[in-house]
């Protein structure tokens, strides 16, 4: 070891070393304890972090509560006082919360402040859920409508869902193309509707293909009729495209060159390598089709092109276009499709409630049409006012086309509303800033569906929400525990989990393949199941949420089993394993969480901690500083290559940044055993060197593998289920925890212990919090050298019913 190691190696042993002495220390008050670890750098001279604690007064606590409330998350995440500064033991850490964290919850009791939620418009997931609800029709939102930004770890916090001009352009094409494509259009039923291959690598896996298949493409097509249907490989001459603007694929040519394989269901239906010579090409294959909607994919097998025949052989007439694998597919639906008009597919069913026998009746059908679906769209009892801009869309539509022309563009004007596209709640009138009052049984159901289902109430909730009786404790519990067991709550782990783990991160990550040849896709696809059969195991069987971290199982097929070093699972259905080692323990041992944690290329054990304090500690870590320089190469001439420890040192030798890295790194290292793709390994493959995943976490407390941090988060079980109800309430209410909103997490915490911590506990805990059942008046933005106003006290109003 050379002398600049040997220094970094002492100042860190500097650093951890007042944690050990400090278990020795007795009781302190709360004032002493300020005095001797805090003052020194958070004092009205120095202002360290803007903080002056030497003037806060002990008595006055509730007053401070931002402030304070700063103070307990620092100190429940030991990221204050820093690693590098003398440590107070942990038993007056937790006195010290204790005291601080019950004055708060003292005071807020009998002062609720439920928070505000701004206007809040669907997000692209909502958005897509509801309308095939409404109107029975099935579409891919994400082809229609822009990503939703992200704020607070979701995409479905208010403030940051607004729609600029185009974005609502967006919405208006969006609300076109899902109204023709559920009422249907017979001027294009024949005309044939082209697909869009993706536009990803066609040498790579897509999600939704079968599993060992690259490129091409996925389309959910709605059948109109039984029949003989129409496929053409490589496009065809003209019609709508799946999902954009009007316009088709022509002047592509036939595709002889790869092997595809075209699926409905899931289900082979045509195959170039088995098919005769004359229709290899792809052209004009036809299959019997029954009605309704169905998945279709075209593939290629993964080893069907070598890569110099993939990227070379040109398809259209210019050079350029889709590759082999990637080629576009057009659908052509039986001339009986349209003989007699349109025909009842499962929208159409939906939409039309009513069929009028002669014009006299069409009026009044399409108002019990437009209806029922505004009904359903507003998530509350239709008025006439309602009624009038579809009715109005209607009549212009009518004048000049039929019917049907007529009823699309009513349900066009209703998924253009802003009161389908925006959830806007009621409020009372004359109230002063600062007062709360309770929400409307109705805006309740609403809150319930898009926080448990990412969607709009079904039936039975709008009509307890009209009865006024969805408060009730009995009925409220009741609603809970039918949508939990619904199918629909599926959401809470592909929407909810997925973002507050980052699952969906792990599709980003690309890693080297000279690093990690035996990578593919089909292995990305499975790490990514695993780990939604796993929450959903959790989650949704109303497991406790530690076994989140602790569960000894989880579901594999052949192809992750072979990855986790497993011998005896064949086949691609994934099923329940029991681990024999405890390393793979819970979420720390999932190979999505672990590549979704790291480099390409490497592992990061910054990343990985920083995760762990984020998403299951609950105190996120000071973003670092500009002009921070990035690691040394890992490569030396002539040298060794260093080891991502190694890397690190030169950052954990400066005192301002180990304040942070001493935090943070100790947790990944502690998973420094599985590389970037979740494999385990005891050599590093580029220096050839040992693992060393042996560390001192900020508490003082030592690790060396998994199952060692898996202990340490286990041992104060509070503080991550704190952490996944704080997410919870993001999801849940649509806008940022903040300080005021502890109390009531701290609440729903000490509840949920009662009964081991189940998820369905804390799930009953946010839907019965203040915060999720009443709104409060904001305060106005004060002007520019001007306080924000206060109110004396919270007073509470309850709506009848009809609100």
């Known amino acids: 070891m050379n002398i600049f190691r040997t220094l970094v190696a002492l100042t860190l042993a500097a650093a951890s070393a007042p944690a050990l002495q400090a278990a020795q220390a007795g009781p302190l008050k709360p004032d002493a304890l300020l005095e001797t670890y805090c003052h020194d750098c958070h004092n009205s001279t120095d202002w360290a972090g803007s903080l002056a604690l030497d003037v806060m007064d002990l008595d006055q606590i509730p007053a401070d509560a931002k402030v304070w409330e700063t103070v307990v998350r620092k ?29 708060i919850d003292e005071h807020a009791t009998a002062n609720p402040a439920p928070g505000f939620v701004s206007l809040h418009r669907l997000n692209r997931t909502e958005y897509e859920r509801a309308v095939q609800d409404i109107l029975g029709v099935k579409f891919d939102a994400a082809a229609l409508l822009p990503k939703d930004v992200r704020n607070e770890g979701f995409d479905n916090v208010a403030n940051i869902l607004k729609v600029s001009p185009s974005f609502l352009d967006q919405y208006l094409w969006a609300a076109r193309e899902v109204s023709v494509m559920a009422v249907g259009d017979p001027a294009t039923a024949r005309a044939g509707t082209t697909y869009r291959p993706t536009p990803d690598d066609p040498r790579m896996y897509v999600p939704g293909m079968p599993l060992g298949t690259r490129g091409g493409v996925v389309a959910v097509h709605d059948f109109p009729v039984d029949g003989e249907y129409t496929f053409n490989i490589g496009g065809g001459g003209g019609g709508r495209g799946g999902g954009g603007p009007p316009g088709g694929f022509g002047g592509f040519g036939a595709v002889e060159a790869a092997a595809n394989v075209l699926l409905i269901d899931g289900v082979a239906v045509w195959d170039s390598t088995k098919a005769p010579v004359e229709s290899r090409s792809g052209r004009g294959i036809k299959v019997q089709v029954k009605a309704g909607t169905h998945k279709v994919v075209l593939v290629s097998p993964a080893g069907s092109l070598t890569e110099s025949d993939d990227m070379l052989r040109p398809l259209g007439p210019m050079g350029g276009g889709f590759r082999a694998g990637g ?100 409020m009372p009138a004359n109230l002063a800033p600062g007062q709360s009052y309770r929400i409307s049984d109705l805006d309740l159901a609403s809150r319930m569906a898009f926080f448990l289902w990412s969607r709009g ?99 594999v097929n052949e192809r992750l089993a072979l990855h986790y070093g497993l011998t005896d699972v064949r086949g691609n259905e994934f099923r329940r394993i029991v681990w024999k080692d405890p390393n793979r323990f819970g979420l720390l041992g ?78 990944g290292f502690a998973l420094e055993n599985f590389d970037a793709v979740g494999k385990w390994r005891d050599v590093d493959r580029a220096s050839l060197t040992p ?112 609100q």
């Not at 850490?93 to 204790?98: P, R």
């Not at 009028?356 to 029922?372: D, H, K, L, Q, Y």
């Not at 969906?504 to 040849?517: H, S, V």
């Open 590 to 667: 999932k190979a999505n969480v672990l590549m979704a944690t790291s480099y390409g290329d490497r592992t990061s054990p910054v990343v990985r901690g920083a995760w762990i304090l984020e998403n299951l500690i609950g105190t996120p870590p000071t973003p670092p500083p500009p002009g921070v320089e990035a690691l040394p190469e890992g490569k030396r001439p002539g040298a060794r290559p260093l080891t991502v420890r190694e890397r690190l040192e030169s950052h954990r030798a400066q005192k301002s940044c180990n304040a942070c890295h001493a935090v943070m790194d100790p947790l």
């Open 457 to 555: 109430p079904d039936e039975e909730l709008l009509q307890l929400g009209e009865a006024g009786r969805l408060h009730e404790p009995a009925v409220l519990e009741a609603q809970v525990k039918r949508m939990l067991a619904d199918e629909r709550s599926r959401s809470l782990v592909t929407n909810f989990a997925f973002q507050w783990l980052l699952v969906d991160k792990a599709d980003e990550i690309m890693p080297d393949q000279g690093a990690f040849p035996e990578f593919d896709a089909s292995l990305r696809t499975a790490m990514k199941r695993e780990a939604e059969l796993f929450l959903d195991s959790v989650l949704r069987s109303d497991q406790s949420v530690m076994s989140l971290l602790t569960a000894n199982y989880t579901f």
């Open 691 to 802: 693992i060393d995943a042996s560390e001192r976490l900020a508490s003082g407390q030592p690790v060396k593998s998994p199952n060692d941090l898996r202990a340490a988060l286990t041992a104060r079980p509070d503080q991550f289920v704190q952490t996944l109800t704080e997410k919870l309430m993001i999801f849940a209410l649509g806008r940022a925890v903040e300080y005021h909103d502890m109390p009531t997490v701290r609440a729903i915490v000490r509840d949920a212990a009662k009964s081991d911590y189940r998820f369905e506990a804390i799930i009953l805990g946010v839907v019965k919090s203040d915060a999720f059942q009443m709104r409060q008046i904001p305060e106005p933005a004060p002007e520019e050298g001007k306080p924000a106003l206060k109110t004396a006290q919270t007073s509470v109003i309850n709506p009848s019913p009809a």
């Open 75 to 103: 100190l429940r995440g030991r990221l204050m006082p820093p690693p590098t500064e003398k440590q107070p033991a942990q038993a007056n850490i937790d006195q010290f919360v204790t005291f601080l964290e019950s004055r």
């Open 327 to 426: 080629t576009p597919l057009e659908i052509v639906a039986p001339a009986s499709a349209t003989a007699n008009g349109l025909p009842d597919t499962p929208s159409r069913s939906k939409i039309f409630v009513c069929k009028p026998a002669n014009v006299a009746e069409e009026s009044p059908c399409a108002r019990r049409i437009f209806g029922r679906i505004a009904r359903e769209a507003f998530r509350r009892p239709v008025t006439d006012e309602d009624l009038v801009a579809p009715v109005r869309f209607y009549d212009n539509a009518r004048r000049n086309g039929n019917f049907d022309a007529g009823i699309q563009q009513g349900i066009m004007a209703i998924l253009a509303s802003p009161k389908f596209l925006y959830r806007a709640e009621q």
